[in-house]
């Protein structure tokens, strides 16, 4: 995977935001360790979204660009950064969305001024009819996670801290359908094999991690209500990432509703920095291991900005 990662940033590096990884003197001073921030908020549209949704844009042949509609499912970041992708490259695109996206979400994407249906009661449902759509019109599909070609873009990232953070010991990552903590331990991993990769999930939705203890995706799981809404939802039956998370991920951590407030509160008291629920998850699992990493080099990903007045009024009230 180094190789295609590797060519990924290559094809990515004009269209994408080189984040950057700060180093935090308060959670070092407050841990033992030397704590690293990798701000992919400061992406160019909010998360880290874009650069697999990028990559696999502009991976396709220019005869597929210039005659072929681009499709997406999603609600949040990655419709934002595929709009954003069509609307800069002069593509044709769709998004699907769940029929019960807030109206704040559907308007913000149509801001982007790429047409948008709705389709189905949630995110798993969408996208299950998103891929069949692409393939009864001969559409490209640009899904969140489940794609190679995604993860590569994703993984951008790790090659990023690899040149930043040359002696990096460890990366908490937060995980959802796993395209993200795939990319970034794919690359890291071939470079610098004994790293420790520690997935971050929110208990509330657990789907990676529960899919891993049990040796198989576990489709039929119900999520509940979480903070870290980016993170919720189904993995795909047949999805890569599980394979990929299976041999990569060296851990999982399961977060509860207050530490993900409490980590969110603490970015926004201590750094005056307001992310979204799931760029909470990381900082969340740091702050529970206290003193367990002390003297070593550590990142934290910050994956996205986006958090809604009502969630942010949720951990201001500490409700």
Known sequence: MQKTITEAYARIKTHVRRTPLEHSLLLSQMTGAN?????ENWQLTGSFKLRGAMNKILSTSEFDRDHKTFVAA???????????????LGLKGEIFLPEIVSSTKLEF????GVPCKLHGQDSLETEIYTRKYAEENSCILVHPYNDETIIAGQGTIGLEIA??????????????????????????????????????????SPEMAVSIEQGGIISELISKPTLSDGTAGGIESEAITFEYCRQWVDRFELLSEKEIADALLWLLK?????????????????????????????VLIVCGRRLSFEKLKKVVDGD
Not at 35 to 39: A, E, F, N, Q, S
Not at 109 to 112: G, H, L, Q
Not at 274 to 291: C, D, F, P, S, W
Request: hydrophobic content about 45%; glycine content about 12%.
């Open 35 to 39: 704590v690293y921030l990798k701000l």
């Open 270 to 298: 201590n750094r005056q920095m307001m992310v979204e629920g799931a760029a909470g998850l990381a900082l969340a699992t740091l702050l529970r291991e206290k003193e367990q990493w002390a003297g070593k080099n550590v």
């Open 74 to 88: 999603s609600t949040g970041n990655h419709a934002a950064a595929f709009a954003y992708a069509v609307k800069k």
């Open 109 to 112: 994407i149509k801001s982007f």
């Open 163 to 204: 040149k930043d953070l040359p002696k990096v010991d460890a990366v908490f990552v937060p995980v959802g359908g796993g395209g993200l903590v795939s990319g970034i331990a794919g690359y890291l991993k071939s470079v610098k094999p004994k790293v420790q990769i520690i997935g971050c999930q929110p208990a509330q």
